[in-house]
């Protein structure tokens, strides 16, 4: 961040301004600097007409002034030594100098460069770390120092376990003991939990080999426990662990993959006992930032060395809201198609072919891959995320629905169940001639660009309603074949969604030939796209987010339409089978919808396009 302090030290900022002639100067930010001191690791780099200061997880450019460095060192000497009150005393009220030091102090504060005093007497071997990202370093510390901490395993003898205890008695925790672990994973495994003087309980597992040690997020102890039991489970080196602790000799594993582990743990747990931000937030000195989105696990590797934090989605079901912006819908793709603990293959862009339209790709169940393409790529990995998983568990259920939250389920649902309305099977098909400039945009490209030959038609499913199919088959020695299908609120929607699908189609074909699911998202997507986003003025329907935006306020009057129409009755799905199980609840665990839905056209194989 830069900031620039025009007419330092000249004009004062606010808090320094000059008090009325006879009247008491009011207190300003340095006269309240007796009770604060620097951070620990603060470091300050002088500019030519600046300064580049630097703090734990935050920096900032102050620039106006060339005395900007010496006005730093005054302000430094007196921070660092306990000199702010013969500083204050020393600095007139109402002067320049006197404001530009105000400043300077009220850039700290912002960037949380300053810390509450706190009398380093009798302070816990964590002293210095709370210094540096505690708001409130003393009552963190006090908050460690009454927790007691048990360390869960199946026996007392683990490196895991002494190595954990260890961590402990560095942070300063004095009542940290083991405990026999009836409960927790066997092969390595330990459960450390907390319990605080007002009696909440907080907990956190974790495990180690060779092939893949994890620390679970934190939550109440029976939660860390039944996460320990499904990352084991997911990571570990062969078989499941059972319920209870057995005295099994776990795997060998490096001391220095134990350290790290035993410290990832603890620091979790202190840091949710001290009201830190949890190690895995993206940003953890910015309060305004979001908290992230699903709770994460550390996973870690010796060969090679490896550790980072990756969504966890496992475990007990905990639905999450549905996604509100498309965002939102991204960060769940990522989520489920995590290459350590996702439940779903990634949709990747790859070295597929992003023009004229994007593509994104995966592998499909049951063998082949699943290519999905869109006007952009995201667009594009949200729907293949959703025809992934549709696959994965049509195995059990023929028809289930997947969408980004129910109403982008209901929109695939319905639009997959209405060309075999009998009013679409047996509706007159006209040729489209329309004028809209999506749809002209997306035909020139198909039939001159890459010189397609094809027919696109359209037909009203209802007159009473906005509902219509849209078809592009291919002419000449193809003829007759299903290149895409649309079924949209208007004629005009329906024809250039219809004319995008079989774009991807013909795009798909050409770069993998092997494909055997094309899929392509049609106005389903559109209000998660336009969420949160306001088109320019400028911006009608021959531009995307316009176009994007008014096809999202037609959505309702279609599903109305097409409820009607077909009857749907779409209900949650609730899986039977484990496999199943699992993947369904890691969809809800990130907002996403299951719809039992069965019927339609959403199968789709070499012969036709969703």
């Not at 007159?463 to 002419?475: D, I, K, S």
Request: charged share 15%.
């Amino acid at each position: 961040m830069t900031t620039a302090l025009h007419g330092t030290p000249g004009t004062p900022a606010a808090p320094g301004s000059p008090a009325a002639p006879g009247a008491a100067a009011a207190p300003d930010a340095l006269d309240s600097l007796r009770h604060w001191r620097l951070r620990p690791g603060v470091a300050a780099s002088a500019l030519a007409r600046g300064l580049h200061l630097r703090g734990w997880i935050t920096s900032i450019t102050l620039e106006g002034s060339p005395a900007l460095p010496a006005l730093w060192r005054m302000l430094e000497e007196a921070l660092r030594t306990g000199g702010a009150a013969e500083l204050a005393a020393r600095t007139g009220a109402g002067t320049p100098l006197r404001g530009a030091l105000c400043t300077l102090i009220g850039q700290l504060h912002a960037h949380g460069m300053l810390v509450e005093y706190a009398d380093p007497s009798g302070a816990g071997p964590a002293h210095d770390w709370l210094l540096k990202v505690a708001a409130r370093p003393a009552d963190a510390a006090a908050a460690l120092a009454a927790a007691r901490v048990e360390v869960r395993a199946a026996g007392p003898d683990g490196a895991l376990v002494a190595a954990a205890l260890r961590a402990l008695a560095h942070a300063g925790v004095e009542d940290a003991r083991y405990a026999p672990g009836a409960g927790t994973a066997a092969g390595g495994a330990v459960l450390l939990t907390a319990t605080l003087a007002d009696g909440t309980e907080r907990a956190v597992g974790a495990a180690v080999h060779p092939d893949g040690a994890f620390v679970t997020p934190v939550g109440v102890g029976a939660r860390a426990a039944t996460d320990t039991a499904a990352l084991a489970e997911r990571l570990g080196p062969g078989a499941s662990p059972g319920p209870e602790a057995t005295a099994a000799t776990p795997a060998a594993a490096p001391p220095s993959l134990t350290a790290l582990v035993a410290g990832a743990a603890v620091q979790r747990l202190l840091c949710a006992l001290a009201g830190l931000p949890d190690p895995d937030s993206a940003d953890p000195g910015d309060p305004g930032r979001p908290a992230p989105r699903f709770p994460s696990a550390l996973v870690a590797g010796q060969d090679p060395p490896y550790a980072a934090y990756h969504p966890w989605l496992g475990g007990p079901p905990d639905p999450a809201p549905p996604p509100a912006t498309l965002d939102e819908a991204l960060a769940g793709v990522a989520a489920l198609g995590d290459p350590r603990l996702g439940v779903l293959p990634a949709p990747l862009t790859g070295s597929l072919p992003q023009l004229p339209v994007a593509l994104a790709g995966c592998a499909a169940p049951g063998g082949g891959r699943l290519t999905a393409g869109g006007a952009r790529a995201d667009l594009a990995r949200l729907d293949a995320l959703c025809r992934a998983a549709e696959l994965r568990l049509e195995a059990e259920r023929p028809g289930v629905v997947v969408g980004a939250g129910p109403g982008h389920a209901l929109g695939r649902a319905l639009r997959r169940a209405a060309p075999d309305l009998p009013a679409a099977r047996n509706a007159r098909r006209d040729a489209y001639g329309g004028g809209h400039p999506q749809a002209r945009h997306w035909w020139s490209v198909l039939t001159r660009r890459l010189g397609v030959r094809a027919e696109l038609t359209v037909a009203a499913l209802d007159p009473a309603g906005p509902a219509y199919l849209a078809e592009v088959r291919a002419a000449g020695a193809a003829r007759g074949r299903v290149l895409g299908r649309a079924v949209e609120a208007t004629a005009d929607d329906a024809a250039a969604f219809a004319a995008l699908a079989a774009l991807v189609r013909v795009q798909a074909g050409t770069a993998e030939p092997t494909s055997r699911h094309i899929t392509a998202p049609g106005g389903e997507l559109c209000p998660l796209a336009t969420a949160g986003v306001d088109p320019a003025p400028w911006e009608d329907e021959g531009w995307p987010a316009g176009w994007w935006a008014r096809v999202a306020g037609r959505e309702a009057a279609l599903h109305a339409t097409l409820l009607r129409l077909t009857g749907l009755r779409a209900v949650p799905w609730e899986p039977a089978a484990p496999r199943a199980r699992t993947v369904v609840t890691a969809l809800r665990g990130c907002g996403f919808t299951v719809l039992d839905a069965p019927g339609g056209f959403g199968t789709d194989t070499e012969g036709g396009s969703r």
